[in-house]
Nanobody
Framework: QVQLVESGGGSVQAGGSLRLSCAAS????????MGWFRQAPGKEREGVAL????????YYPDSVKGRFTISRDSADNSLYLQMNSLKPEDTAMYYC????????????????????WGLGTQVTVSS
């Protein structure tokens, strides 16, 4: 049974940093995307940082590129999201997600492609 548990959210002022963690138990795939999604009130859930564990390939949308960094610790199967230079528009619930099948580049940012989800951790950035 796969379980994803996020931690590390909180409130920070604009320009600050936060590091999110995701403890992934029971997830053994290394060739499929894992990553972080976020959802702000009234908005669709969007992928903000994705990684393929075996290759280390990462993907970021333009909205966070250069500010967010995803990493994975293979020793304990944890996933991390380092968020720097945070902006008020980064305010959202952040979710850890993982796939159990291959996903094309075109579809990798689609939440419906991901099978496993955590419950989320709130990030609030004030101006």
């Amino acid at each position: 049974q796969v379980q994803l548990v996020e931690s590390g959210g909180g409130s920070v002022q604009a320009g600050g940093s936060l590091r999110l963690s995701c403890a992934a138990s029971g997830y053994t795939y290394r060739d499929y995307y894992m990553g972080w999604f976020r959802q702000a009130p009234g908005k669709e859930r969007e992928g903000v940082a994705l990684i393929v564990p075996r290759s280390g390939f990462t993907y970021y949308p333009d909205s966070v590129k250069g500010r967010f960094t995803i990493s994975r610790d293979s020793a304990d199967n944890s996933l991390y999201l380092q968020m720097n230079s945070l902006k008020p528009e980064d305010t959202a619930m952040y979710y850890c997600a993982a796939a159990n099948h291959g996903i094309s580049n075109l579809r990798r940012g689609r939440p419906d492609e991901y099978t496993y989800w955590g419950l989320g951790t709130q990030v609030t950035v004030s101006s």
